[in-house]
């Protein structure tokens, strides 16, 4: 239930009014309010309209997503990552995709994100309004009010590595639906160096999953079946409606091994299809 709507005129303004209520929650796309978890919030809604950067570009090296890009400027700015913009066409659907954003994506937090899985294996960096900038890594790991405002997500120059992204899921219900993204540079031996994976839909936020990482660091990806029965016993998705944990752990680990690897098998980034159900 919204009891006010407030337009303030600069992004510092929104960050004072999001400090000041307790009751404030920032809208860009709206699709994250929309949800059943606020229908009986009383809330006072603080737009972002206009306030922070849209559209992606090159800097210095780096991509740069402005915090109100909508995820259909990702998937049309063919020029991005193809590991970034599956991720953003695993957002419901296109009605969602014209009007859900970067930050808002962000902010939600949501376990079975689209966009912060890949955030947290290419070392994102995600500039914030008058404070210091916080990496993707770091940013579950804030009290909800002291994470401010994200203007800008700086992606550092994917110039050697490669990258998939993928998920799995019956219906795109938050924690019933898993996430994963992997990164590397792989040498012309074939083997992994500097393996980044992260996954959504194993708890309450997206995370690195340091384990699985230390598994193939500096090996050569061995085949499927070996990939699944190391990787399985290490990821404890939660059981639900819509899957037992066994039969979630049984269908992650199957996408992990697809996307690990389709970053050995020639191609600079896999596309979604490789690794995903849905």
Request: contains cysteine; aromatic residues 6%; glycine residues 10%.
């Amino acid at each position: 239930m919204v009891k006010e709507y407030l337009k303030p005129k600069s992004a510092e303004e929104a960050l004072v009014l999001l400090r000041g209520r307790s009751d404030a929650r920032l809208l860009a796309g709206g699709t994250y309010l929309l949800s059943s978890q606020f229908e009986k919030q009383g809330m006072t809604l603080v737009s972002l309209l206009g306030l922070l950067p849209q559209g992606a570009a090159s800097r210095d090296g780096q991509i740069a997503l402005g915090a109100n890009t909508k995820f259909t400027e990702i998937l049309e700015a063919r020029w991005l990552p193809a590991a970034l913009r599956d991720a953003a066409l695993s957002m419901g659907n296109r009605n969602i995709r014209n009007r859900a954003t970067v930050g808002g994506n962000i902010g939600a937090d949501k376990s079975s994100s689209s966009l912060i899985p890949f955030f947290l294996v290419s070392g994102a960096l995600y500039k914030r309004v008058d404070m210091e900038p916080v990496a993707a890594e770091d940013w579950s790991k804030l009290d909800a009010k002291d994470r401010g405002i994200v203007a800008e997500v700086l992606i550092p120059s994917m110039d050697g590595r490669k990258a998939a992204f993928g998920h799995f899921g019956r219906v795109g219900v938050d924690i019933s639906v898993v996430t994963c993204a992997v990164c590397a540079e792989v040498g012309t031996d074939k083997r992994l160096k500097n393996l980044r994976v992260a996954f959504g839909g194993m708890g309450p936020s997206c995370r690195r999953f340091g384990e699985i990482e230390g598994l193939f660091e500096g090996q050569k990806a061995p085949q499927a079946s070996e990939i699944e029965r190391e990787v399985a016993p290490l990821l404890k998705p939660i059981s639900d409606i819509r899957g037992s944990e066994a039969y979630k752990r049984q269908r992650s680990a199957a996408l992990f091994a697809d996307l690990l690897l389709s970053l050995s098998g020639g191609s600079a980034e896999a596309t979604m299809e490789a690794g995903s159900c849905s």
